[in-house]
């Protein structure tokens, strides 16, 4: 039997309070009962990886224990903007260079195709959650000039994707901001994130998986037909298989030198009057460092972010909640000429990003039956649902595909 000894990392996830938890149906109840019964399957964690997971494996039939140290879905998840990007943080022209075209072109491919696979589930199983199709425009900025941002876009359309270049005329004329270059692309979404986790956790829970909160897992350990796992509170849980979808609390066994923990901000206005209709559709981030990126959301507010920082604990200084969300702001109005006023909410959070920006999915090192999901990065609710799908195969013996390249690096 192997056994690990683990301390699991510990953050406040969030500062300040994102609009999501504001809003109807962003969390379900869980029971308080840890009853031993054998599981298929241990989920630990109830964010959006652990309720994308969850679906994936209850819809295999499986029985199904979801634990969580916090309530449901009041992780990181509510903390997020929900751009649902086919956009992986790095570039596709960049990543080739990294990691081979083969392998870039096959994360970019996919980040694409899960996409479009989120929305129809979410369709399928009808949550409501304020997904729809967004294109989205990725401005020219200190990161990548206009003339890398065509070879950019010349790029994704070799593979197939979509990514319209707009040289800075089309820019001014079409959405008024003074840039350089831009791509323009269609395969991207926006949800309220907190009502999509909390959708999945629902659906899971009519296929009969039990949701038990607070559980927090501390220990873990490899068994002849399974895996055990203890709690803080001395329990032995035990199930076929677990996966951890811990966020960016993730234990001892999964830590991987490409990982770093980084600090972000953001912030929603009141709903704006006035607002250009372009707005309404298209969501904007920006080639540069730090970065801003905004979108709107059906109440015509407008929700941005951006100007992270290295530090993994400077996101929980008040001061810096105060100073960071008014230049959010003063940045959108230097782009878009869009005055928000006072944010009705702002919040900040830790983030993860990974050297080559792709998420972790894998088998931990050293079990067979203890999987990870850490979709890290700007387009971390695409890889939570690129996860699902990897994991609930592997779970299921099958090989995916793109398996390779998600593994621990
Ligand atoms: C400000 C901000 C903006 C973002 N914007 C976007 C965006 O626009 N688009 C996008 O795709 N992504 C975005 N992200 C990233 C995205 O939000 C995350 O990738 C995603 O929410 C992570 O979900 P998760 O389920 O993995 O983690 P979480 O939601 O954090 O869930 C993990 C859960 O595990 C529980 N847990 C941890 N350890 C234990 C333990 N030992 N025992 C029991 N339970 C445990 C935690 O309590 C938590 O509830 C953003 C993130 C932030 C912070």
Redesign the pocket.
Known sequence: MTKHKAE?RKDE?RSGTPLWVRTSHSTVDASSELRHDRFDAIV????????LMAEALTRAGRSVLI????PP?????P???????HEIDMPLTRLRRKVGADRADRAWLRSAKSVDGLQALVKTLRIDCQMRQRPVLYLAGDDMGARALAAEAEARREIGITADYLKHADIVSHFGIDRTGAILSQASASAN?AQL?AGLLQVALSRQARLVSP????DMAELPSGVALATAKGEVLVAGHAVF?????Y?PQMKSTTHRVTS???LASEPVRGLPGWLRDVMVWEASDPYL?FRSDEAGRVIA?GEDEKAANSNSDPQKLSTKSKTIAAKLEALTGIKIGKPAYR?S???SVTDDGLPIIDRVPGFERVFT????????????MIGAEIISAMIAGRSDPDADLFRFR
């Open positions: 699991t996830l630990v964690g109830a964010g959006i990886s652990g309720a634990v969580d140290r916090r879905v009041r992780g990181s998840t903390a997020s903007t929900a751009m649902i990007q994130p986790a559980v927090e897992i501390t979808c811990t966020g960016y609390e234990l972000t901000w953001a990126y972010g919040w959070a830790p983030f999901v850490m979709g890290f990065g700007g387009n971390g609710i695409t890889f939570s």
